[in-house]
């Protein structure tokens, strides 16, 4: 099966700017998670879905961060303004049932300069 | 709140010995599950071992062992047998019996040597 995939692998963006993360899940899996990790700390849960719906995002940082999960596949992360301390790299992950192991994608790996 | 804490931020190991990672976790439940995850310098990151709590056996995958002690609330990766591919960052993680997300360390990072 295809593993969970994540579009760019790089973003480049300068402060104010927007930008938008993709995430692909496994075929089948409800559960779409994203994660943020910045340099040397460590990788924190942002939000989760099930299928279409927001099931936890307590930990979006603020309302610059938008989340969407429409038609329960494909998720976009979008940040808008970007702030300096946005950047880090931010993975998404799935699984079919919870609790259950996560399948990870490559993550973004997003510069805010 | 759980807190997952790793407390060697690099290792190194000369290939084909043996190395321990730690990892101590904070919770005050009983059913939960615990993890270890490999992120290589390709990024993607990956399950390397998972331990329930219910289980006193410790698990173990080919060469990469836990030594899951509960009630000292310690879930420490063993490898065995080095080999250069095991080079990477390691994140130990903690998930309980409900619908909440992975808790994750500061990670690892550790480095093979030839």
């Known amino acids: 099966e295809a593993g969970v995939t994540q579009f760019p692998s790089h973003s480049v963006i300068e402060k104010g700017q927007t930008v938008t993360l993709r995430c692909d899940p496994i075929?089948?899996?409800?559960?779409l998670y994203w994660y943020r990790r910045v340099m040397g700390k460590e990788i924190k849960f942002l939000l989760h879905?099930?299928?279409?719906?927001?099931?936890?995002e307590s930990g979006m940082p603020n309302n610059r961060f938008l989340a969407e999960r429409t038609g329960g596949t494909y998720s976009t992360l979008k940040v808008q303004p970007a702030e300096l301390e946005d950047s880090g790299v931010y993975f998404c992950?799935?699984?079919?049932?919870?609790?259950?192991?996560?399948?990870f994608g490559n993550g973004t790996r997003l510069t805010v300069t | 709140a759980q807190t997952v804490t790793q407390s060697q931020p690099e290792m190194s190991v000369q290939e084909a010995e043996t190395v321990t990672l730690s990892c101590t976790y904070d919770?005050?439940?009983?059913?939960?599950?615990l993890f270890w995850y490999k992120q290589p310098p390709s990024r993607q990151m990956i399950l390397v071992i998972r331990?329930?709590?219910?289980?006193?056996q410790n698990a173990t995958e080919n060469r990469f062992s836990v030594n899951f002690q509960k009630a000292a609330k310690s879930f420490s990766l063993k490898i065995s047998d080095s080999q250069l591919g095991d080079t990477a960052m390691y994140f130990c993680?903690?998930?309980?019996?409900?619908?909440?997300?992975?808790?994750f360390g500061k990670g690892t990072r550790l480095s093979v040597i030839a």
């Open positions: 992950a799935s699984s079919r049932y919870t609790p259950s192991p996560l399948h």
């Open positions: 075929s089948g899996h409800d559960n």
């Open positions: 879905f099930v299928k279409e719906s927001k099931q936890d």
């Open positions: 919770t005050s439940e009983n059913n939960y599950y």
């Open positions: 331990q329930e709590a219910y289980k006193q």
């Open positions: 993680a903690f998930m309980n019996s409900g619908n909440t997300p992975l808790v």
